[in-house]
């Protein structure tokens, strides 16, 4: 059986996670924090959460993840069969990653954990970078209603555990709402929040939160 290492506070860890839910790949979880103790390391060579074990054994980064449930497992399909649509579907999830996540990601630490102020060079930068990737996104994404079309892609993956964070920064650190003029992106948040696996991972994301804020915010600890 597939098992996925990895801790319910992770969007990337919940990326990977729905993708299994959503093709019903039977798959059990496997509690972990990434360090960089030699026990972790030799299951993830960065120390980073997901991990996902196979047969083969262990396979680190969400992306490549992804791509192999796609490729060797059953299930809806997440990625179009045209190699010019998966193309598509891949390029809006990277540029969700580099030009939203990344980003926002910069700014996590003061703005969901109580932690230090971010430093103003990095705050600025984030900023723009954040308005440059939105509005990337409004042009990119066909919000029809999915991201990328009419079918729940691996793009909606990225989209879904990107943006709302992104969202919260903006509001927070920007007095900015970066869905501003995005009437159907807002639509489909709405609409992946009604999903019953999303449902479940925030269930198990909520009810993880208090255990996972203590280890962050003890001493030494950056969240992992």
């Given at each position: 059986?597939?098992?996925?290492?990895?801790?319910?506070?992770?969007?990337?860890?919940?990326?990977?996670?729905?993708?299994?839910?959503?093709?019903?790949?039977?798959?059990?979880?496997?509690?972990?924090?990434?360090?960089?103790?030699?026990?972790?390391?030799?299951?993830?060579?960065?120390?980073?959460?997901?991990?996902?074990?196979?047969?083969?054994?262990?396979?680190?980064?969400?992306?490549?993840?992804?791509?192999?449930?796609?490729?060797?497992?059953?299930?809806?399909?997440?990625?179009?069969?045209?190699?010019?649509?998966?193309?598509?579907?891949r390029a809006l999830a990277k540029e969700i990653e580099l030009y939203i996540e990344l980003p926002a990601r910069v700014c996590y630490v003061e703005v969901f954990f109580g932690g230090r102020p971010t430093p103003e060079a990095l705050k600025a930068k984030a900023g723009r970078d954040l308005v440059k990737g939105f509005t990337a996104l409004k042009q990119r994404a066909r919000f029809a209603p999915y991201a990328a079309g009419e079918r729940f892609t691996l793009a909606d993956l990225y989209f879904l555990y990107s943006v709302d964070l992104a969202v919260e920064v903006g509001k927070r650190?920007?007095?900015?709402?970066?869905?501003?003029?995005?009437?159907?992106?807002?639509?489909?948040?709405?609409?992946?929040?009604?999903?019953?696996?999303?449902?479940?991972?925030a269930a198990d994301r909520l009810a993880e939160a208090p255990a996972f804020l203590e280890r962050v915010r003890a001493p030494g600890r950056t969240p992992g």
């Open positions: 059986m597939l098992k996925l290492y990895g801790f319910a506070a992770s969007n990337y860890f919940n990326m990977v996670k729905l993708a299994l839910m959503e093709k019903a790949l039977p798959f059990e979880t496997v509690p972990f924090h990434g360090c960089q103790n030699p026990q972790i390391l030799a299951v993830s060579p960065r120390g980073k959460v997901p991990v996902l074990e196979t047969e083969q054994g262990f396979l680190s980064e969400t992306d490549a993840i992804l791509d192999y449930l796609e490729e060797t497992q059953p299930g809806i399909a997440l990625l179009p069969g045209e190699p010019f649509a998966r193309a598509g579907v650190l920007f007095d900015v709402d970066f869905l501003s003029g995005m009437p159907a992106a807002r639509a489909l948040l709405e609409r992946l929040a009604e999903n019953p696996n999303v449902q479940k991972i």
